[in-house]
C-alpha cells in the first residue's frame, strides 16, 4: 500500500485516482474544480485542499493536468513540499519540453520523476486499460510500474525524460493523419459513387486498412461501435486532437522536420475546435471535408 498525492481530478485523473484506491493505495486528491473534488471523494479519496497539503509525506505523487503551463505552477507548488525520496509521474499531455523540465526540477530537488502520458481516453481510465508511454531512468520506472499497472494494462519505457511525450505525440500525429486520409478518400468515395461498405470492405482488407479505418471509422454503419454511429459524440474529443496535434506541430518546426501533413491536420484540427466542434470526436472532420466538397462542385 502506498500513500499517493493526486494533483488533478478531471475526467481523466477522476477515474484513474479511483482505480488506484480500488487497489487498496491511501490516495490523497486535489482539484480546483468542485464537481471533480465531489466525484473523487465518493470514489474514496481523500480530498485536501491544495497541491502542497496532497503530496506532504506522499511516497508517489501523480499529476493528470491540462497542460505544460499548468503543470509547471503545479510543480513549483508541489516539488518543494514533497517528501524525501518521493517519485514524481506526471501523465498529463504537455511539450517534450515542459516534460524536461518538470524532471530537471524534480532531480534538483533530489526527487525521482517520469512522464507518463496515457492513450485510450475516459472509458480506458474508467476501465484501467490505458497505456501508459514513459520516459524516466530505469529505477524510477520499476517504481512508477505498479501503480501504472493499477491504471493500465499496458507500460511502455520509451527512453529518458520527455521520451514518454515523444512517443504520445508521434502516435497522435500519425492517428490525426490517418483520420484525414481515410476521410478524404470515404468523400472521394461519395463523388465517385462508391459506397461506404464497398470502400470499407476493400480498404480494411487491402493497403488502406489503419485503426482510424477498422476501429474509428468516420462512416456509420461499417463499424458499428465507431463514434459516426452515435452522431460523432463520446469519442476522442476533436480539441484534444487539436492540442496533441499543436504540440505536434510545434515540435516539427523545433527540429526542423519538413512535416507538411502534420502542420497541415493540426491546421484543420485548430479551426474545427475554434469553430464550436472541439467536443466531438475527431472523426467529425470527415463532415466537414464532406461539407467543402459540397461547395459547387457536384
Ligand atoms: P480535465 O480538464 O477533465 O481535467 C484536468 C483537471 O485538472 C480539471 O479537473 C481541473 O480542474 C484540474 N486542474 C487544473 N488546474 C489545476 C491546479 N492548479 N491544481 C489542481 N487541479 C487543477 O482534462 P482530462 O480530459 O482529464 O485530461 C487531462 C490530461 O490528460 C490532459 O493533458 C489531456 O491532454 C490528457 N489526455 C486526455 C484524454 C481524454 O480522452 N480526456 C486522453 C489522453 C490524454
Not at 83 to 96: E, F
Not at 215 to 240: H, I, K, M, Q
Request: negative net charge.
Amino acid at each position: 500500500m502506498t500513500v499517493i498525492a493526486f494533483i488533478g481530478l478531471g475526467h481523466m485523473g477522476g477515474p484513474m485516482a479511483a482505480n488506484l484506491v480500488r487497489a487498496g493505495h491511501t490516495v490523497r486528491g486535489c482539484d480546483r474544480d468542485e464537481t471533480a473534488r465531489a466525484a473523487a471523494q465518493q470514489a474514496g479519496v481523500t480530498v485536501v485542499a491544495d497541491a502542497a497539503e496532497a503530496v506532504a509525506g506522499a511516497e508517489a505523487v501523480i499529476t493528470m493536468l491540462p497542460n505544460g503551463e499548468i503543470l509547471r505552477a503545479v510543480y513549483a507548488e508541489a516539488v518543494p513540499a514533497a517528501a524525501a525520496g518521493a517519485l514524481l509521474i506526471d501523465c498529463s499531455t504537455v511539450a517534450v519540453d515542459d516534460a524536461r523540465a518538470a524532471a530537471d526540477q524534480a532531480r534538483a530537488a533530489g526527487l525521482a520523476a517520469v512522464d507518463a502520458p496515457v492513450s485510450g481516453g475516459v472509458v480506458g481510465a474508467e476501465a484501467g486499460t490505458l497505456t501508459f508511454m514513459v520516459g524516466g531512468a530505469g529505477a524510477a520506472i520499476d517504481r512508477a510500474r505498479p501503480l501504472l499497472e493499477a491504471m493500465g494494462k499496458k507500460v511502455v519505457h520509451c527512453g529518458d525524460a520527455g521520451a514518454g511525450q515523444a512517443a504520445k505525440i508521434c502516435n497522435n500525429m500519425i492517428l490525426g493523419i490517418s483520420m484525414v486520409a481515410v476521410s478524404e478518400a470515404f468523400v472521394l468515395g461519395e463523388k465517385l459513387g462508391l459506397s461506404h461498405q464497398a470502400l470499407y470492405d476493400v480498404a480494411s482488407a487491402a493497403s488502406g486498412q489503419c485503426w482510424a479505418l477498422t476501429t474509428n471509422c468516420p462512416v456509420p454503419g461499417p463499424v458499428p461501435a465507431s463514434p459516426a454511429n452515435r452522431d460523432y459524440e463520446a469519442g476522442f474529443a476533436s480539441g484534444l486532437m487539436a492540442k496533441d496535434l499543436g504540440l505536434a506541430a510545434a515540435a516539427l518546426r523545433d527540429h526542423g522536420v519538413p512535416g507538411g501533413l502534420g502542420e497541415a491536420v493540426a491546421q484543420q484540427y485548430a479551426r474545427l475546435r475554434d469553430a464550436g466542434f472541439g467536443d466531438k470526436d475527431f472523426s467529425d472532420v470527415i463532415n466537414h471535408i464532406r461539407s467543402s466538397a459540397g461547395e459547387g462542385t457536384d
